[in-house]
């Protein structure tokens, strides 16, 4: 009996240590997780944010609690990265550890986690790969990619000349002419601009940016669940991303019949080839419904980040006609009036240059990055980060940066010029994020935004319908993507 008891307070010594121990050790790796505000149940940190103006709640929280602290949108816990130093240190010095897609409630649902901007691991490292070496080689059909921006500069400066003068608000002209870039490349030719199935589309996007902005849509990141169940104007976002994904779904049936595997007509043909060569290969990335998703990734990027940053570099250049003016000088000095402007001008118009690079800092047109994940659990800085936790790597913090661009919340081109005119690079400049999950589409961007901005300011002055005093060029921030104010703008011919 004595024995008995004795083994008994052994095993409840035991117990209690492997509990204590136990107990220590959660402790201590909260400890070494990011600090944050108070989380409350169901509602996460939402008493510490506004969902109308989430980068100014983040800021405001980063002078709290340091430059990595978490927040929770519902019970999503997510690690912020506020700062140059911490972002660069995540996707650059430790890429691979940050390299996974941080799907969001409201992400996942519209992009259902498929395709090459929010798909993870061996499907995104294979879709990645074969979306870049396709889209450099592009090449693929009878023209160059930079001769096809050219082509269609043309098309909607005679488009913007037919308007005589008259306001109007620019935002469908630059959407039609920039989508039909991409569109010639995916689907292998432009749309005529009063082609209805292409002018449905464009206003399915349109609507999207605006419904983006909702309260409702804002809110889907916390209550996922609840929100399925409401009606508004999230539950309109995600139809309409379901039309824009069945007008591809079409056109790669429409493929299938007509593709002559010898001869690719585009990336959508490509990507077919791709599958018939990995046809016995039962564990291939390369089907009909990861076709489907980065035909829609690449539409839908293609169409709405470089029309949108036009867009609003048209309402800021409205504000300062004396920057016009030097861009003007420095085109008829290089260009001229007789030739399209192309990408080997660049080098020579420096001010242009930074007057493009400012506008994208300025605007910051995504906010938050597209959310990142940890692959595994890691150590960062002093802190623990458990796998699969959610990261924002805020590039708020990183392009209005006041140490590297002085008085960030003005616009100043002379963010990117030398003391003696020059173009000057900055390694803060990550409109396109960095590191593993940079945008595929950067190089094609930087091309869009150069040729037709420039390309429009040789046809054109731009003439406010307000007075310069009351141009209001500040984002209308948002969680997903900063928009630029409504406006109307009469283009007089130079």
């Not at 940050?98 to 798909?119: A, D, E, H, M």
């Not at 592009?138 to 500069?153: C, L």
């Not at 082609?195 to 999207?208: A, V």
Request: aromatic share 10%; glycine share 6%.
């Amino acid at each position: 009996m004595e024995l008995l008891g004795m083994i008994t307070i052994f095993l409840l010594v035991c117990v209690s240590c492997l509990l204590l121990f136990a107990t220590r050790r959660s402790i201590s790796q909260k400890q070494k997780q990011p600090p944050g505000p108070i989380t409350v149940p169901i509602v996460g940190s939402l008493l510490h944010l506004n969902p109308w103006n989430l980068p100014e709640s983040l800021k405001k929280l980063s002078e709290k609690y340091g430059p990595v602290f978490t927040i929770h949108l519902g019970p999503q816990k997510i690690v912020v990265l506020y700062g140059y130093d911490v972002v660069k240190e995540a996707l650059i010095d430790q890429a691979d550890d940050f390299s996974g897609r941080g799907n969001l409630p409201l992400i996942n649902k519209l992009f259902q986690g498929t395709g090459i901007v929010t798909s993870n691991g061996e499907t995104w490292k294979q879709l990645r790969r074969f979306a870049l070496t396709t889209l450099r080689d592009f090449g693929m059909g009878k023209k160059s990619i930079e001769e096809r921006i050219q082509e269609e500069t043309h098309f909607l400066v005679e488009r913007i000349r037919n308007t005589h003068e008259q306001p109007f608000n620019p935002g469908n002209f630059l959407v039609h002419a920039v989508s039909n870039i991409i569109c010639s490349i995916i689907f292998g030719d432009r749309f005529d601009y009063e082609d209805k199935k292409f002018l449905t589309l464009i206003e399915l996007l349109d609507e999207n940016n605006k419904l983006q902005n909702s309260i409702q849509t804002q809110l889907y990141n916390f209550f996922p669940t609840l929100m399925d169940y409401l009606p508004g104007p999230h539950q309109k976002m995600i139809k309409n991303v379901e039309k824009v994904d069945q007008f591809t779904l079409e056109i790669i049936a429409e493929h299938q019949k007509t593709r002559d595997p010898s001869c690719p007509r585009d990336f959508i043909d490509a990507f077919l080839n791709k599958m018939e060569q990995e046809k016995g290969n039962g564990h291939s990335k390369f089907t009909v419904e990861t076709l489907s998703r980065t035909t829609l990734d690449l539409f839908l990027a293609g169409t709405g980040t470089t029309s949108i940053t036009l867009r609003h570099g048209l309402l800021i250049l409205q504000k300062y006609p004396e920057i016009v003016e030097k861009i003007q000088k420095e085109i008829d000095c290089v260009i001229g009036q007789d030739r399209s402007p192309c990408m080997a001008d660049r080098s020579q118009m420096p001010y242009t240059d930074a007057v493009v690079h400012e506008i994208q800092r300025f605007i910051d047109f995504l906010p938050f990055n597209v959310p990142h994940t940890v692959m595994k659990d890691t150590k960062f800085r002093d802190y623990f980060i458990p796998k699969d936790t959610i990261i924002f790597p805020t590039l708020t913090s990183v392009l209005h940066d006041s140490k590297e661009f002085p008085n960030p919340e003005k616009f100043d081109p002379g963010h990117f010029l030398n003391a003696n005119g020059t173009f000057k690079k900055s390694d803060y400049f990550m409109p396109f994020s960095a590191g593993k999950r940079i945008c595929v589409g950067e190089g094609l961007a930087r091309m869009e935004l150069f040729i037709f901005l420039t390309a429009i300011l040789q046809n054109f002055t731009l003439k406010s319908v307000v007075d310069q005093k009351d141009i209001d060029i500040s984002p209308i921030p948002s969680t997903l993507a900063n928009m630029p104010r409504p406006y109307e703008v009469s283009f007089i011919p130079r």
